[in-house]
Structures are given as structure tokens and as C-alpha cells.
């Protein structure tokens, strides 16, 4: 297997994962590799957590603060979580078990943007950086770093750890060398423009240069990235796809876009995937991604020769597709590029873009502020991820979802939102199977009904009730009744349903 | 007066502001400069408002859509207001009569970034541009324009508008010329790094080119720019200045910053003008400004010789201020750089420059997250104004406020923020005059008590309650309770008072 490892120097450094975690200590921080469930370690974060498990065992603290990507998989973020071995988290997590703890006030949890994960690592806002701990494809003759299946914030790991401890994993394919473009932008104050123009344009190294003596462990593993299958397409997802293309089609005859050359971004999920699907059969050539990271519908996208460029810093695969991805990287490699998070997510670049930016949420309230990740306020579902800073440097930012949650509990459109993640300055458009509201231009008053009428047809009485009642505030400017703004989610909390007769 | 306008063919279109009011007509979307009480149309504004009046007294509809660089002053927001001659207003405003009937719904209001107004309008997310009316110091032989006093969209706004309006105010001093600088970010899909590496960078031209077939009128003036002067220091801002610089004295401790080049940004106001007292006597020399508008306290550092370099899209100078920068612009000139609003907000250049942002804030709730815009949710005051450019760009960002407002009816500190212009992700210090938190690297949980205690001691019991009542809550990521979660403003709403007993 260690022909993947050229570095004689690193290679005398390969240990087990057992071996390798004594690096680990209790209070360390941590930062990893991974990026949705891409190129997260396979094999330390279980040892980490049998080290943990064993100190509780004897009454002893273990606990580290663990810094990724971006969420991880159940081998990774589930184990780490279930052996209670981490004490503060942060950028972004999805794991059930985590987020479990985290709502339970057992563990820490800072949901920050991704675009300012890394930088606040490197400008010292989490003091020091005891270890790196990241996942490879191979590692040079020279002893570079050739990325696995995404890059996240490994540039800034790797250099900001006092200790190394790297995972060669011959599960990925070795095309999956070139992919990678690693640009580091330099530190303040010296920073420059990022010399991005196009969304493939290509500006670094295809491998991660380390201080090779910081290496203190090598692991060798052969396991799969772990994403979940995506669900088949049901009929809401498909009335999504449709009125996100009537919301492009609106663009183009207003001049703004054209058929040829849309650049989109993605957020992550089951309906940005079927919005995808909907592409397929559109006017739309020459699609180009500027996003976070690639989906099976991109891949389709490429098949099909409608996508032909596509920039990410991970790829969030199906298995299915993971496989293939394996098969012709050396194919894809031609129109995807795999960036450091901080590029991918980069404001300036984004803004140059001039993107269509999409991404999911949980609530949206009738004048446009949108909650991407609190249930009720109070119960973290996920993170904000990069959905803020796509929303806030697009050309134009689109929020997707069902209109409505657990059967008809929740209503995804709600008269006050219980969290606010993207503000009415940032949300342009909001579409459910209902139709798109464009907020465009509109004062908050104006944007009420274009809200309302996107939710649940079950919903909008109690919205128009909700929006009278309002208006009797002798304020008018963003009318809101406060006694009852929070109805529906007390309801929810109270009775099980929004609707309050649960 | 009309040495001020060198092109014969522009100098044929002078005519009263009367005459010139004759081209803008009902219905109309007009947008003009002027940014905070500076370079804003001195006379058009009252000509457009007579006429409105006299439209209305014949029963005929006349109304406008106005866009600006930002605020402007009595004789233009002002009168326009009281004259009932807006429609809708976008991206900024802080005149009384104005926000009166904005809160009295009679007046249309999109509170925008910024740094996306100019660039929507560009985007033709605001329809057809029909007129532009632009106050310049003087206009070329050649037709280009020489900006008085600001520049914020007026590149935009010339170059979208049908119709040209220009107004030569001989108030402002000709040594102005040379403090601009004009620099144009081409259209999508051409769009390309902003080459701005340090604060002071002159990357285009002096003056503005226009189409002057566009011009359609000339009107000649001689009126000062308007801002309030500041008021004396008062107890609790020199309080807050003194917290500042201990949040600045902990960045160096840290190692983040040194007392040699901080870049700061500053938001408007009495408060930010006292910060910049207090750096005055501080140990920070070579002291730069990458922010939005040149104020007092920072004509106050480049004479002392602690400030070198500053970067703004407008002066709000106090009157005593502007005579003097009248006065000593070619001094001034020499450390002061005017930029295009879409420059001087830019994300890209924001960040790059690695700057600490400092805003006021109406309030914060326990969680950090902030209200820049609504008093108890509803009422609007100003707007966001560039908050959100430079809070969520910034190297560190930081919210200052006194602790309380109207006595101590206001609570600056509340349990759920009544609205959120900046949310959780983005604010990281919070600074009173009883100290600053600094919420970074921290939990939602671990925040509250930071917040807590900066709020004002009689609210500081109330806020504890509420916090152990939240996390009576099953949800402990960022515990609330629903129902009490915005009892300080229903509080305010019903009493006049958030503690409830007024």
C-alpha cells in the first residue's frame, strides 16, 4: 500500500491508528480534514474516541475541540459524539448523534461561516492548533500533500498545527490527483486580489505543501467516503425544480441572464438535487457551478454536456456516484476543480462571479428573513454552512424549500422567524411548491403577501390573520402584533403542530 | 459662478432648478448623490417638491422613486418627505419627517446594503433609471464631472439614468479636485479583482465620464453641505471610547494587532466620534481608515499626525468641520482617498484589508445576535447602512453602544432581538460603557453571560432571569422561552418602559 506514500522521511512515520491517536490529548484542539462525508480520517476519530471512552472509564477528562470542513460522517462527527469526546465544535456538523448532544447542553457548538472558519484559525481566534489530523490521496516524493476527495480548510490546518498526523487513503483514486487547485491567499498585511476571473481558472498547486518535520504519524487506510444516498425525486421536489426554472426563465426575459453561461451555486440536499435534475431538460448551456461542493447532479450535468465548468471544495457524492467519481476522475478532472474552502466560499470571488445562489432553509418569516438552522428557535438542526456567504455576494439569492415539514406541523413560512440567519437585507427570492416570491425592490409591507402566497395553502389563512393583526400596529413599517409574533412555534412546542390543534 | 463649468456644451443647459424640475416627472425612479448631509442636490429637491405640492393641489398624482448613496439632509429628504413626493425609497435614510412617514406607512422603504444599491441598480433589479441628479465641485472642458464633497453611487447612477441633472454647487472648494477617485468594476461577465492592496491605493481617474448627450440641465448653487455637528462628550461615550481601547489593548496582548498601521472602520455618530477621541492619547500610531464617511474625530487624527492614510465614499462633517476641510483640501488630500460606494463597501476589498469594524446598534440580544434598524421590531429609525459590509468582512467586528436609551427605558441588552440586521455568525464584541464581551470562539450559552454582563445593572437581573428560565427549555444549543422571549418590547410597547413598570 505505501506505494502512495513517496516521502521516504513521512514514510518512516506509519503507524496504526491506536499509535497515531497517542498524539491526541485530552484539551487539544484539533483541526481535521473533511467536508461533508468526503475526505474526513476514516481511522483516527474512532481511536480518538476509544482513547476518550478509556479515560471515562477510569474517571479520567478526556475531550478535544474539534475543527473541520465543515460536517463529517458517522464514523467520524457519530463516534467523536457518542464517546462524549468532544468538548467545543465548530464550523458545521449534520451528524444526528452530535447534534443530540449539542441540544442536550453537553457539547459546545459555534455555527460560524465557513468562509471565516479558516481565516479565524489563522488570525489566533482559537489560540493554538495543537494537531492537524488529515486525510490524503498520497503523499510526493518531496512530501506534498495530494488532496483526497475535497480540500475545506486543510491549507490552514496543516499550517497552523503544531503536529501533523496524516491518513493515506488508497480507497481514493489516484486521478483524483490535478483536481485540487491549492492557492493560499497571503497572510495580513499582505493580503492581495485572488487572481479568480472564471470559474475554472487555475491559480495554484495541485498538492499542499507542509513542514514536513511537524509530521508525527502516518495512517494507512482503504475506506469509502460516506455520504447518504440521495432520495428519489418526489412530486414537491419536482414543483421546486419547476419554479426555480420559472424564477431563471423570469431572469432571462428580463434581460438579466442568458441561456448560455449561468453560473449556480448549490446548497446541499435531496431538493437542490432535483433542482439540478430539472436543469437537464432546460434551455439552459453552458452551466457553470461556482459552489461548495458536487453533488450527483452536477455529475449528471456534465454527462449530459450542459455543465462545463464547475468550481468546489468537496465533492458530496451518492455512494453510487462516489464510485464512478473513483472510475473517471481523470475525466471530470477537465471541468471540476476542488478549491480551499476559503477560496470556494471566498466574498470577493463569489461577488465577481455574479452567481445565482439557491439554498435550503427551515423557515423564512412573511418579510424575508430566513432561518437556516433553528427548530423553534432554540434546537440547532445543522449550521449556517456557506449558505451566508453565497446569499450575501450572489447576483441574485434564492432560498428553497417544501412548504411545510413533518406532514403539516411546521410551515415553512412563518409570521416572525424564531432564528435569523439570512436577514431581509440578503433574501431576494423564496421558492416552495407553491411558486417563487420575489422580494426584489419590494418594502416589507409589500413583500408580506408575496411571502403568503407561497406557503401551504393550509397556512395562509393563519398567515393573512397574522399579517391583519399586525397591521393594527400604529408602526407600519415592518407591522408585527409581539404578543402573537411567535405563535406558531409556541404552538409547535406546545401542541406538535404550527397550527396549534395537534 | 460659471467658471465652474468649462464644457461650452454642458454651460448651454443652465436653467433655474425650477426649469430643471420640469424633467422629472411622476412616476419617475431618480437617483441622486448625496451621502449622509454631504454632495446631495441643493435645490433640485425643493423645485421636485413644489411641484409635487402644487400636483397634489390640483388633485393630480406626483410622486418619485428616490434612490441616494445614503442619508442626505433636511432640504432634500426632508422637504421631499413633507411634500409627499416619494413613492419608494431605497437604500438609506435618517431624516425625522422622512422615517415618520415611513413608520406611518404612507412612504415606501427598502433598507439595502450598501454596497449592493449601486450594484442592484447596475443588475436592473430596480427597472429603468430615468434620471440622475448629481452635485459636482466643477465640470471639465472635456464634460467630466469633478465630485464635491462625496461620490457614493453617483458612477452608477450616471451611467444607468436616461436623463442627466448636474448641480455645480461654488460652495464646495475646488481643491477638492484629486481627493476622488473613480474607478469603474466592469459589468458581468467581465467583472475583475478590485486592485486596491492598501487603504490609500488610487487605482482611476479624478473626475466621472459621462455621456453628456444625457445632460438635460445645469443648475448652479451655493449652499454648505449639512450635517449635524456632534454633540460634547458625555460621560457615557467617553466610557464607552475607554472600553474600546481595551478591547484594541487586548488585541495587541494577543498578538492579533500592533500599535503601529490598525486599519479601522467606523460606523457615524457622537459614540464613534468619541472612539476616535480616544485614540487621539493612545499608544496607536500610523493609524488607517478603510470606512464609509470622513468624520471629525479623524480630521482630528491626520492633524495630530496619529492617522495616515483614509479611504471613505463621503465626508459628515460637522459644519465647523467642512469650513475646514473647505479650507485645507489640498492637505487634506494628500491622506484622504474619496471612493465609489461600491469600492469603498466592497466585500472583497474589506476583507482583504483586514480592518476592525466598529457600529452602533439599537440592540444585542443574550446571544449576540443585532438590531441595527427597529425599535421593538417595528419602528424603523435609519437603516443598515454599510454595518453589514464591514461587520461581516471585517478582521474583528465589534458593536458599540451606551447601555441604555430614553433614561433607561431602552435596554441596549435584550432576551430575543426584535429583529436581527447581524446575526450570531457575524457579531463578535459587544461594547457598553461597562465593558466589552467577546463573544468569539464561544457557544451560544457561553455568550449569554458575556452579553449579561455589559448590560446596563438595572436590566442585569432581569436578563439572568430570563436566562435561567430559557434553559428550563429541553433545547440548550441557544435556549429560549417562547413565550417571554420578547416581553422587554411588549414591555416597552405597553409601559414605555422594558422593565414594565414605567
Known amino acids: 500500500m505505501s506505494e502512495r506514500i513517496a516521502s521516504a522521511e513521512i514514510r518512516s512515520k506509519v503507524m496504526s491508528a491506536e499509535e497515531a491517536a497517542q498524539f491526541v490529548n485530552n484539551g487539544d484542539t484539533v483541526g481535521m480534514s473533511g467536508f461533508t462525508g468526503a475526505a474526513y480520517p476514516k481511522a483516527l476519530p474512532t481511536a480518538i474516541a476509544n482513547r476518550a471512552k478509556e479515560a471515562h472509564s477510569k474517571g479520567d477528562e478526556y475531550a478535544i475541540n474539534l475543527l473541520t470542513g465543515a460536517s463529517t460522517a458517522p464514523d467520524c462527527d457519530g463516534v467523536l459524539a457518542e464517546a462524549d469526546a468532544i468538548n467545543y465544535r465548530m464550523p458545521y456538523q449534520s451528524d444526528p448523534e452530535m447534534r443530540g448532544k449539542i441540544n442536550a447542553g453537553s457539547m ?84 492581495t486580489p485572488i487572481p479568480i476571473n472564471n470559474v475554472n481558472d487555475r491559480i495554484g498547486e495541485t498538492f499542499i505543501r507542509i513542514d514536513t518535520n511537524k509530521v508525527v504519524a502516518v495512517v494507512e487506510t482503504d475506506s ?30 428580463a434581460g438579466r441572464l442568458t441561456y448560455d453561461g449561468y453560473i449556480m451555486q448549490s446548497g446541499v440536499g435531496n431538493v437542490p438535487n432535483a433542482v439540478m435534475a430539472g436543469l437537464l431538460d432546460s434551455k439552459f448551456e453552458n452551466i457553470k457551478a461556482y459552489t461548495e461542493v458536487v453533488q450527483d447532479g452536477m455529475l449528471d450535468l456534465i454527462d449530459a454536456g450542459k455543465m462545463t465548468q464547475a468550481s468546489a471544495t468537496s465533492f458530496a457524492l451518492s455512494p453510487e456516484y462516489a464510485e464512478k467519481m473513483n472510475r473517471e476522475a481523470s475525466t471530470y478532472r477537465k471541468s471540476l476543480v476542488l478549491r480551499p474552502l476559503q477560496i470556494s466560499n471566498s466574498p470577493e470571488v463569489i461577488r465577481r462571479m ?149
Not at 401 to 415: F, H, L, M, T, Y
Open 108 to 191: 459546545k457548538y459555534q455555527d460560524i461561516h465557513l468562509s471565516h472558519s479558516g481565516l479565524q484559525v489563522e488570525q489566533g481566534f482559537f489560540g493554538e492548533l495543537d494537531v492537524a489530523i488529515v486525510e490524503v490521496c498520497r503523499i510526493t516524493e518531496e512530501g506534498h500533500l495530494v488532496p483526497s476527495s475535497g480540500v475545506g480548510n486543510n491549507v490552514e490546518y496543516l499550517e497552523s498545527a503544531h503536529k501533523i498526523i496524516i491518513e493515506v487513503n488508497s480507497w481514493q483514486s489516484l486521478e483524483l490527483e490535478g483536481m485540487a487547485d491549492i492557492y493560499r491567499v497571503p497572510h495580513l498585511p499582505n493580503r
Open 224 to 253: 469509502p467516503d460516506r455520504n447518504s444516498p440521495f432520495k428519489p425525486f418526489d412530486e414537491t421536489s419536482k414543483q421546486i425544480a419547476g419554479n426555480f426554472l420559472d424564477f431563471l426563465e423570469g431572469e432571462v426575459r
Open 354 to 502: 455574479g452567481l445565482i445562489a439557491s439554498n435550503g432553509m427551515i423557515e423564512a418569516d412573511i418579510y424575508g428573513n430566513v432561518n437556516s438552522t433553528h427548530v423553534a428557535g432554540t434546537r440547532i438542526m445543522n449550521g449556517i454552512g456557506g449558505s451566508g456567504d453565497f446569499t450575501r455576494n450572489a447576483f441574485v439569492s434564492s432560498f428553497i424549500s417544501p412548504s411545510v415539514a413533518k406532514g403539516d406541523a411546521i410551515s415553512a413560512i412563518v409570521p416572525f422567524a424564531s432564528h435569523i440567519d439570512h436577514t431581509e437585507h440578503d433574501a431576494m427570492v423564496v421558492i416552495t411548491e407553491y411558486g417563487y416570491a420575489d422580494l426584489r425592490g419590494l418594502s416589507p409591507r409589500e413583500r408580506a403577501p408575496k411571502m403568503i402566497s407561497v406557503a401551504h395553502p393550509d397556512y395562509r389563512p393563519l398567515l393573512e390573520e397574522y399579517f391583519e393583526r399586525a397591521q393594527q400596529n400604529k408602526h407600519q413599517h415592518t407591522p408585527h402584533n409581539l404578543r402573537d409574533a411567535l405563535s406558531f412555534h409556541i404552538n409547535l412546542d406546545e401542541t406538535g403542530s404550527m397550527k396549534g390543534n395537534a
